[in-house]
Each structure stands twice: as C-alpha cells, then as structure tokens.
C-alpha cells in the first residue's frame, strides 16, 4: 500500500519532498509521507498536532465535496464569498500550510444530454447542482 510505495521512493530518493493525499483519521507518524493532504473538512487539530511536531506537513484540498450548504466551496452557484473564506479558514487554523486544488481543470462528458439547465434571474447562475456532475461546457443546452 501507501507505507511500500512511498517507502520505497524514500529508499531511492531520501531527499525527495513526498506528499499524498489520504483522508485518514489518524496519521502514522513513522509513514514516509511528508505532507499529509485531507479533505478540509475532516481536519481535526489533536490528530495533526503529533504529525506536525514531528516537523512535516499538513495542507488542505476541497474538490467535488464537501458540497452542503454548510460548507465553504468553489462552485459558481454559490457567492463568491465563500472562495474567499475557504482559504481564510486554511490560514486561522494551526498547522495548515497549503492548499491543494483538485482537478480544477477536469471536464467530463454530460451524463444526461437531454436534461436543461435554467439560467437563475437571466445570470451566470443556473439550477445545476455541480455536487452531482462534472460536464463539458456546450451552448445547446441552456434553456434561456
């Protein structure tokens, strides 16, 4: 798993900055990773304080979830705000020293080619859920 391949790099490469992104609850302090990267909101200050004081590294990620309204995300439906907070909440939190975007150029095929999308009070915004689906952009499918 994780321990025999990053391991194994460490055993070839020493010097080599590791990072992986593991949404683990508990991080094994002795594992040959030197930043752990979790979702952000799995965070939980007492489980990265041992990892941190043995001198590596925790950053944060968001992507496709964390997608409920009580949760900060990038999605243009939501106000633009919350962009902005998302890393505010990275900076006031002990130990969190980068961000890690997650496939922010990733376009998929649409799952449903004969489902229209509303625009929201004639703007950029629409009735899509993007928690459900990832797509690929095309000018046919809005209905106004």
């Known amino acids: 798993g994780v321990r025999q391949l990053f391991g194994a790099i460490k055993s070839k490469w020493p010097s080599l900055r590791t990072v992986a ?3 683990w609850p508990h ?6 990773v030197d930043v752990w990267i979790l979702q952000y909101e799995y ?3 007492s489980r990265a304080e ?3 004081k043995a001198g590596k590294e925790q ?3 968001h992507c496709i979830s964390p997608s409920g309204s009580k949760y900060l995300n990038t999605f243009i439906e ?3 705000i919350e962009t902005r907070l998302l890393f505010w909440l990275a900076a ?4 969190v020293s980068g961000w890690l975007y997650y496939a922010v150029d990733l376009w998929k095929g649409w799952p449903h080619p004969k489902t229209v999308i509303k625009r929201i009070d004639n703007t950029a915004k629409t009735d899509w859920d993007p928690a459900n689906y990832v797509w690929l952009p ?6 106004n």
Request: net charge neutral; proline share 13%.
């Open 78 to 80: 939501r106000p633009l």
């Open 92 to 95: 006031g939190n002990f130990g």
């Open 50 to 52: 041992p990892w941190l």
């Open 59 to 61: 950053w944060w990620y």
């Open 27 to 32: 991080m094994p302090i002795d594992l040959p």
């Open 21 to 23: 992104v593991l949404n």
């Open 138 to 143: 095309r000018h046919d499918i809005f209905a």
């Open 43 to 45: 965070y939980n200050a």
